[in-house]
């Protein structure tokens, strides 16, 4: 699986957009981009995922550039509840059955009023 | 259930003795994952279940560490002779493995585990 980074740590006042980043450089062709957040003392919460069209949900919107050597969280009014960290993950999907995940450091978001 | 469910959510023991850690993965899910999380550190994969195989025990650190599947629902990792190098919290996960699903996986709360 390619290996991600991200800033170690962010800061973002509650109610503006969130953007975090990463990259990704060795990305191969069928590597999809996953995000994970882990919130204090709990276990981590799926976010997005993509492979190259950007995408959009209810809790987050995933840019990734054309060339999908990066890519951007973004969380368009982050709120006290979002402050946790973020992990940038890449790996192959697989359409049966996932695959294990291999965190990095991520990036602490700090949410301030 | 509604989730992933862990048991239990705090164990405290002493150097040398086993450790049971269960986990009820949600209803349904093929895939069930283990994973730790030492104090200040990343997340760790341990070992993957399909079904009630574990193709992936590439992450168990040691031979004190097993884990087994019953039935293609629950969970149970053990660790014997517990060092306190093994005190972290122990994290489940599954995922459905629908064809066409994102292969996300769904955390349980985790079983802090503290070697005394």
């Known amino acids: 699986d390619a290996k991600t980074t991200q800033p170690p740590s962010m800061d973002c006042a509650e109610g503006r957009a969130a953007n975090l980043p990463c990259n990704h450089s060795?990305?191969?062709?069928?590597?999809?981009v996953y995000w994970y957040r882990q919130i204090h003392s709990q276990g981590p919460q799926y976010i997005i995922h993509?492979?190259?069209n950007n995408e959009t949900n209810e809790m987050a919107s995933l840019i990734i550039t054309e060339d999908r050597k990066s890519s951007t969280l973004i969380l368009p009014h982050a709120t006290l509840r979002d402050t946790a960290v973020y992990y940038c993950?890449?790996?192959?999907?697989?359409?049966?059955?996932?695959?294990?995940?291999?965190f990095g450091a991520g990036t602490i978001l700090r949410v301030k009023s | 259930g509604a989730g992933v469910s862990q048991s239990p959510s705090n164990k405290v023991t002493e150097k040398g003795k086993d450790v049971e850690l269960r986990c009820d993965p949600i209803?349904?899910?093929?895939?069930l994952y283990w994973y730790r999380q030492s104090l200040g550190q990343g997340l760790e994969f341990l070992i993957y279940?399909?079904?009630?195989?574990?193709?992936?025990k590439s992450g168990l650190p040691s031979d004190r560490f097993s884990a087994e599947r019953t039935g293609g629902s629950v969970s149970t990792l053990t660790i014997q002779r517990t060092q306190q190098e093994d005190s972290a919290v122990y994290l489940c996960?599954?995922?459905?493995?629908?064809?066409?699903?994102?292969?996300?996986?769904?955390f349980g709360p985790g079983t802090r585990l503290t070697v005394l």
């Open positions: 996960a599954s995922s459905s493995g629908l064809a066409g699903g994102a292969g996300e996986q769904f």
């Open positions: 060795t990305i191969s062709g069928n590597e999809y």
């Open positions: 993509g492979l190259k």
């Open positions: 993950i890449v790996r192959v999907r697989r359409m049966e059955y996932g695959n294990k995940l291999v």
């Open positions: 209803s349904g899910h093929t895939a």
């Open positions: 279940f399909q079904g009630n195989s574990a193709p992936d």
